[in-house]
T-cell receptor, first 113, second 113 residues
């Protein structure tokens, strides 16, 4: 699982395999974001799941969220080489009158042909 | 399309010198953020702002100041740059509501020597 100050995790899989990346968070959130970062670029949102959804799909991506255990996951079905990237989860932390986004440490996924 | 532009894209600074990183967004977003990314680690929030002329401390604000002179512009200032501040810095923006995408710039690679 990824969170906060932890080091970036690394996963290496073969093309065509399925992969799941986990995310645990420390404070209450109603939304978990998943971002993808390609080398040399800023992160970009790939899927967002709300607390009332438990599961959300977008193409080969599947996100789950379990608010009782404060954890979520991102799965990629039949991974392709172009899925090689760093994947981050992020949660929304609400302060008095404002909020901020807190990112996990990330998972570096390498898909090998 | 939402756009966040950072300048410069890379910079070499001398230890003890002053560094200003600039960020401009054309998204009409209320929230802007500065994140730091170190090799092998995730994104850590330095400062953020939800309204012009006001900034908030993030999770790692020590050694950094921020300035939000207008809705569109958000600067990160290192008054006395140190070697430990060598990193990639990302600016981002988001609307003033939860559960929405955070849009990132392409990053600024800062090397302090």
């Amino acid at each position: 699982s990824q969170w906060g100050e932890e080091n970036l995790q690394a996963l290496s899989i073969q093309e065509g395999e399925d992969v799941t990346m986990n995310c645990s968070y420390k404070t209450y959130t109603t939304v978990v974001h998943w971002y993808r970062q390609d080398s040399g670029r800023g992160p970009a949102l790939i899927i967002l799941i709300r607390s009332n959804e438990r599961e959300k799909r977008s193409g080969r991506l599947r996100a789950t969220l379990d608010t009782s255990s404060q954890s979520g996951s991102l799965s990629i079905t039949a991974a392709q080489c172009e899925d090689t990237a760093v994947y981050f989860c992020a949660t929304e932390k609400v302060n008095t009158g404002n909020y901020k986004y807190v990112f996990g440490a990330g998972t570096r996924l390498k898909v090998i042909a | 399309e939402a756009a966040v532009t950072q300048s410069p894209r890379s910079k070499v600074a001398v230890t003890g010198g002053k560094v200003t990183l600039s960020c401009h967004q054309t998204n009409n977003h209320d929230y802007m953020y500065w994140y730091r990314q170190d090799t092998g680690h995730g994104l850590r929030l330095i400062h953020y702002s939800y309204v012009a002329d006001s900034t908030e401390k993030g999770d790692i604000p020590d050694g950094y100041k921020a300035s939000r002179p207008s809705q569109e512009n958000f600067s990160l200032i290192l008054e006395l740059a140190s070697l430990s501040q060598t990193a990639v810095y990302f600016c981002a923006s988001s609307p003033a509501r939860l559960g929405t995408e955070v849009f990132f710039g392409k990053g600024t690679r800062l090397t302090v020597v």
